[in-house]
């Protein structure tokens, strides 16, 4: 390829058109949401939109049982309150994640106690948990980053040796497998987002699924205010909240999970085009393909950034250049929880402590040098695909 002006000085960038457009939806979410307008049951408790739709995910995710909930936020909150999680009670969680895996806890008074994450899959390493555990900590609540499952073989170990529950935070995992098991119910509990980004999406919405029938009807008297399945309507057994989730959520995931299969071997096809093409250009690295993953579900791809293939640029100044290329559903990811404002803010409020101290080298290193690429990308052509390649070996070029 002929170097050529860089877009960001003025040159004629890769690419001019969209990439494939997220969410997308057809004549199912349509007749699914009419079946719900003319039938007048809009809620829960009168459709079976919603029931039906957690039969259908639980058999899915290999799981009993499943509780549709509002948002995956209110998921990871409900369960935990399942799971008994009381102020004062110590939750292990990684720092390199969306900021619900650690806002939940700390909604109900636990203390996030924070675990570095594995250099090569940036999930929690089941190896520095031991260190972190207290006669307070109560469960670990790994993230299946990505939609790549963490090392649940080394979380179980450490949580069974211990006496803990095991909370999945799967929101980016849906269809996802460690050994040839979906992810959600290998832990106690699993929690799921369906929100507007997200691989299944009605907007907004989630889903705690689970093998255990004491946990399910627990989440599900959480959900309904308190009530139990065969009670009064006006009788509560334990204090609840109203999660429920609507009848039009309902019927748009029905549609979005028959719809998730015919994405999945799209996703995984240009997600292997892309990173082998990026392999050969060097400089932008995939996070190195663990065996027992037997299944992605290829909601982020997640690239490390080798500033030493671009004229030592700053990965910020890449970034830059990349949108200017075009190539937009692109971003720089997460920063770390420890240094989130609002976190620490609120652990020095409870807790008196300040979690940016935290010794997290790997989280760290992660947020300096990672590149996410969004997952309507991998829904497209292999043109699609060859532009991300194009934009990349350009400023290569013009920077290496």
Known sequence: MATHALAIHGGQPVRTTPFPAWPVSDGREERLLLEVLHSGNWGIMQGDKVKTFQEQFAAYQGARFAVCVPNGTLALQMALMALGIRPGDEVIVPAYTFIATVSSPLMLGARPVFVDIDPDSYT????????AI????????????????ADMDGILRVSRAHHLAVLEDACQAWGAEWRGQRVGAIGDLGAFSFQSSKNISAGEGGAVVTNNQDLHDLCWSLHNVGRTPTGAWYHHEILGQNLRMTEWQGAILLAQLQRLEEHVPIRERNARYLCEGLAQLGGLSALPENPLVTRHARHLVILRYDSTAFGGRPLPEFLEALVAEGITPIS???????????????????????????????????ATQTLWIQQNVLLGTRQDIDDVLAAVEKIKQAWG
């Open 134 to 149: 207290t006669s307070r900590t109560r469960a670990i609540l790994p993230v299946h980053l990505a939609g790549q499952p």
């Open 124 to 131: 929690l390493d089941p190896a520095k948990i031991p260190a």
């Open 332 to 366: 720089q990811g997460y920063v770390p929880l420890h240094h989130s404002p609002a976190i620490r803010k609120t652990m020095q409020d409870y807790f008196g402590e300040d979690p940016a101290q935290t010794q997290l080298p790997c989280t760290e290193q992660a």
